[in-house]
Protein backbone atom coordinates (compact mmCIF):
# COMPACT_ATOMS: atom_id res chain seq x y z
CA UNK A 1 0.00 0.00 0.00
CA UNK A 2 1.41 3.13 -0.82
CA UNK A 3 -0.32 6.83 -0.01
CA UNK A 4 0.65 10.16 -1.82
CA UNK A 5 0.07 13.16 0.90
CA UNK A 6 0.52 17.09 0.40
CA UNK A 7 -0.22 19.62 2.07
CA UNK A 8 -0.20 23.66 2.66
CA UNK A 9 -0.39 24.25 -1.02
CA UNK A 10 -1.07 28.05 0.11
CA UNK A 11 -2.03 29.41 -3.18
CA UNK A 12 0.72 27.98 -5.16
CA UNK A 13 -0.57 26.76 -8.04
CA UNK A 14 3.05 26.17 -10.07
CA UNK A 15 4.21 24.09 -6.75
CA UNK A 16 1.14 21.80 -7.11
CA UNK A 17 1.77 21.66 -10.91
CA UNK A 18 5.05 20.51 -10.04
CA UNK A 19 4.45 18.02 -7.24
CA UNK A 20 1.61 16.38 -9.12
CA UNK A 21 4.01 15.61 -12.35
CA UNK A 22 6.55 14.34 -10.03
CA UNK A 23 4.10 11.90 -8.57
CA UNK A 24 3.05 11.05 -11.84
CA UNK A 25 6.56 9.47 -12.51
CA UNK A 26 6.70 7.39 -9.27
CA UNK A 27 5.61 3.75 -8.44
CA UNK A 28 1.46 3.93 -8.15
CA UNK A 29 -0.08 4.79 -5.47
CA UNK A 30 -3.26 3.69 -4.43
CA UNK A 31 -4.52 6.97 -2.47
CA UNK A 32 -3.87 10.78 -2.78
CA UNK A 33 -4.66 12.91 0.22
CA UNK A 34 -4.67 16.23 0.50
CA UNK A 35 -3.61 17.33 4.42
CA UNK A 36 -4.80 21.03 4.45
CA UNK A 37 -3.96 24.50 3.98
CA UNK A 38 -5.39 25.12 0.19
CA UNK A 39 -5.22 28.48 -0.96
CA UNK A 40 -4.47 31.22 1.41
CA UNK A 41 -1.22 33.69 1.00
CA UNK A 42 -0.31 32.02 -2.28
CA UNK A 43 -1.81 34.57 -5.79
CA UNK A 44 -3.52 31.42 -7.40
CA UNK A 45 -6.07 30.36 -4.85
CA UNK A 46 -8.82 29.86 -7.56
CA UNK A 47 -6.83 27.76 -9.70
CA UNK A 48 -5.55 25.46 -6.54
CA UNK A 49 -8.88 25.33 -5.48
CA UNK A 50 -9.95 23.99 -9.27
CA UNK A 51 -7.02 21.45 -9.60
CA UNK A 52 -7.50 20.27 -6.09
CA UNK A 53 -11.31 19.20 -6.66
CA UNK A 54 -10.45 17.66 -9.66
CA UNK A 55 -8.14 14.85 -8.19
CA UNK A 56 -11.07 13.82 -6.56
CA UNK A 57 -9.50 12.85 -3.88
CA UNK A 58 -9.97 13.34 0.38
CA UNK A 59 -9.07 16.95 1.15
CA UNK A 60 -8.75 17.62 4.66
CA UNK A 61 -9.36 21.38 6.22
CA UNK A 62 -6.09 22.87 7.55
CA UNK A 63 -6.17 26.35 9.92
CA UNK A 64 -5.94 28.74 7.05
CA UNK A 65 -8.77 27.44 5.25
CA UNK A 66 -11.33 27.70 8.36
CA UNK A 67 -9.89 31.30 8.46
CA UNK A 68 -10.77 32.02 4.77
CA UNK A 69 -14.12 30.41 5.97
CA UNK A 70 -14.77 32.61 9.07
CA UNK A 71 -12.74 35.88 8.19
CA UNK A 72 -10.57 35.47 11.03
CA UNK A 73 -12.00 37.92 13.13
CA UNK A 74 -8.95 37.37 15.78
CA UNK A 75 -6.49 38.26 13.57
CA UNK A 76 -4.81 41.29 12.41
CA UNK A 77 -5.45 43.32 9.54
CA UNK A 78 -2.82 41.99 7.46
CA UNK A 79 -4.06 38.44 7.84
CA UNK A 80 -7.64 39.56 7.06
CA UNK A 81 -6.97 41.58 3.96
CA UNK A 82 -5.41 38.67 2.74
CA UNK A 83 -8.22 36.61 3.64
CA UNK A 84 -10.83 38.82 2.22
CA UNK A 85 -9.14 39.01 -1.10
CA UNK A 86 -8.65 35.33 -1.02
CA UNK A 87 -12.08 35.03 -0.36
CA UNK A 88 -13.40 37.06 -3.73
CA UNK A 89 -10.74 35.45 -5.79
CA UNK A 90 -12.36 31.93 -4.96
CA UNK A 91 -16.17 32.79 -4.38
CA UNK A 92 -18.83 31.65 -2.14
CA UNK A 93 -18.40 28.53 -3.80
CA UNK A 94 -14.52 28.17 -3.18
CA UNK A 95 -15.91 29.55 0.83
CA UNK A 96 -18.25 26.78 0.70
CA UNK A 97 -15.91 24.00 -0.55
CA UNK A 98 -13.26 24.74 2.11
CA UNK A 99 -15.81 24.69 5.01
CA UNK A 100 -17.11 20.80 4.43
CA UNK A 101 -13.84 19.58 4.25
CA UNK A 102 -13.26 17.00 7.08
CA UNK A 103 -11.00 17.53 9.87
CA UNK A 104 -8.77 13.97 9.26
CA UNK A 105 -8.89 10.94 6.91
CA UNK A 106 -8.46 7.38 8.10
CA UNK A 107 -6.94 4.91 5.48
CA UNK A 108 -7.43 1.21 7.06
CA UNK A 109 -5.06 -1.04 6.17
CA UNK A 110 -6.23 -4.64 5.85
CA UNK A 111 -2.68 -6.13 6.40
CA UNK A 112 -1.74 -4.11 9.67
CA UNK A 113 -1.78 -0.70 11.05
CA UNK A 114 -4.09 2.01 9.95
CA UNK A 115 -2.52 5.57 8.69
CA UNK A 116 -4.13 8.65 9.77
CA UNK A 117 -3.75 11.72 8.21
CA UNK A 118 -4.45 15.13 9.80
CA UNK A 119 -3.39 18.74 9.15
CA UNK A 120 -1.28 19.61 11.96
CA UNK A 121 -2.42 17.17 14.98
CA UNK A 122 -5.34 14.05 15.94
CA UNK A 123 -6.17 17.00 18.37
CA UNK A 124 -7.10 20.46 16.71
CA UNK A 125 -5.85 22.36 13.56
CA UNK A 126 -3.20 24.61 15.09
CA UNK A 127 -0.82 23.28 17.46
CA UNK A 128 2.10 22.09 15.72
CA UNK A 129 3.89 18.55 16.35
CA UNK A 130 7.61 19.72 16.22
CA UNK A 131 10.58 17.10 15.44
CA UNK A 132 11.94 17.84 19.03
CA UNK A 133 8.44 17.95 20.98
CA UNK A 134 8.79 16.77 24.20
CA UNK A 135 7.09 13.27 25.54
CA UNK A 136 4.23 15.01 27.50
CA UNK A 137 3.57 17.13 24.76
CA UNK A 138 3.26 14.25 22.30
CA UNK A 139 1.32 12.28 24.90
CA UNK A 140 -1.24 15.40 25.11
CA UNK A 141 -1.37 15.60 21.33
CA UNK A 142 -0.55 11.81 20.21
CA UNK A 143 -2.07 10.06 23.48
CA UNK A 144 -5.26 9.83 22.31
CA UNK A 145 -4.95 7.87 19.08
CA UNK A 146 -6.15 4.50 18.33
CA UNK A 147 -3.76 1.24 19.04
CA UNK A 148 -4.81 0.28 15.25
CA UNK A 149 -2.98 3.39 13.79
CA UNK A 150 0.59 2.79 13.17
CA UNK A 151 1.25 5.95 11.11
CA UNK A 152 0.39 9.29 11.68
CA UNK A 153 0.58 12.00 8.61
CA UNK A 154 0.77 15.29 8.66
CA UNK A 155 1.57 18.87 7.64
CA UNK A 156 1.06 22.61 9.43
CA UNK A 157 4.76 23.27 10.47
CA UNK A 158 6.28 23.16 7.03
CA UNK A 159 8.94 21.62 7.86
CA UNK A 160 10.01 17.89 6.25
CA UNK A 161 10.81 15.14 8.61
CA UNK A 162 9.43 11.46 10.06
CA UNK A 163 10.03 10.31 13.67
CA UNK A 164 9.01 7.27 15.62
CA UNK A 165 7.33 7.57 18.45
CA UNK A 166 6.18 4.53 20.63
CA UNK A 167 4.18 2.72 18.00
CA UNK A 168 3.70 5.71 16.09
CA UNK A 169 5.03 6.91 12.67
CA UNK A 170 5.24 10.51 12.62
CA UNK A 171 5.67 11.84 9.06
CA UNK A 172 5.78 15.62 8.52
CA UNK A 173 4.99 15.46 4.80
CA UNK A 174 6.43 19.93 4.84
CA UNK A 175 4.65 22.51 2.30
CA UNK A 176 4.01 21.84 -1.28
CA UNK A 177 3.53 25.90 -1.76
CA UNK A 178 5.49 27.41 1.37
CA UNK A 179 8.41 25.89 2.87
CA UNK A 180 9.97 26.76 5.70
CA UNK A 181 13.05 24.46 6.41
CA UNK A 182 15.09 26.26 4.33
CA UNK A 183 14.63 24.29 0.72
CA UNK A 184 12.46 26.22 -1.51
CA UNK A 185 11.66 22.75 -3.21
CA UNK A 186 8.43 21.72 -3.04
CA UNK A 187 7.49 19.13 -0.89
CA UNK A 188 4.92 16.43 -0.23
CA UNK A 189 4.91 12.60 1.07
CA UNK A 190 4.48 8.92 0.32
CA UNK A 191 4.01 6.71 2.98
CA UNK A 192 4.53 3.03 2.28
CA UNK A 193 3.59 -0.29 4.21
CA UNK A 194 5.99 -2.88 3.41
CA UNK A 195 7.55 -5.68 5.51
CA UNK A 196 4.33 -5.38 8.22
CA UNK A 197 5.49 -1.57 8.99
CA UNK A 198 5.00 2.08 7.56
CA UNK A 199 7.97 3.78 6.03
CA UNK A 200 7.63 7.76 5.06
CA UNK A 201 9.78 9.50 1.99
CA UNK A 202 9.70 13.17 1.57
CA UNK A 203 9.94 14.38 -1.84
CA UNK A 204 11.53 17.62 -3.12
CA UNK A 205 10.85 18.84 -5.97
CA UNK A 206 12.35 22.27 -7.94
CA UNK A 207 9.27 24.69 -9.51
CA UNK A 208 10.01 28.09 -10.97
CA UNK A 209 10.00 30.27 -8.12
CA UNK A 210 10.58 32.90 -9.83
CA UNK A 211 7.46 32.94 -11.51
CA UNK A 212 5.91 32.60 -8.31
CA UNK A 213 7.43 35.73 -7.35
CA UNK A 214 6.10 37.47 -10.75
CA UNK A 215 2.65 36.48 -10.14
CA UNK A 216 2.32 37.20 -6.26
CA UNK A 217 3.73 41.18 -7.88
CA UNK A 218 0.86 41.20 -10.68
CA UNK A 219 -2.17 39.30 -8.84
CA UNK A 220 -3.28 42.08 -6.67
CA UNK A 221 -2.84 40.62 -3.72
CA UNK A 222 -2.02 42.74 -0.55
CA UNK A 223 0.86 42.46 1.71
CA UNK A 224 3.30 41.87 -1.61
CA UNK A 225 6.67 41.77 0.18
CA UNK A 226 6.03 39.90 3.40
CA UNK A 227 4.49 37.49 0.69
CA UNK A 228 7.49 37.38 -1.25
CA UNK A 229 9.97 37.36 1.84
CA UNK A 230 8.33 34.88 3.55
CA UNK A 231 8.47 32.70 -0.08
CA UNK A 232 12.29 33.30 -0.88
CA UNK A 233 13.40 32.63 2.50
CA UNK A 234 11.36 29.59 3.25
CA UNK A 235 12.66 29.70 6.98
CA UNK A 236 10.56 31.16 10.18
Known sequence: MRIAVIADIHGNQLALEAVLEDLSHQPTVDQLVIAGDLCLNGPCPREVLDTVQKLNCPVIQGNVDLEVVNEAPEKGVKKRTTVAWTREQIGQTGIDYLASLSLSHLVANPAGNDLLIV??????????????????????????????????????LHIAYTRLWRHLLLADVASCGL????????????????????????????Y???AVVKQIKTCGMPNVEKRIKTLLEAKY
Open 208 to 210: DVK
Open 119 to 156: HANPLNQEDAIFPNAQDSTLEHLLGGVEQSIGALAFGH
Open 179 to 206: PRDEDLRAAYGILSWQDAAWDAEIRRVA
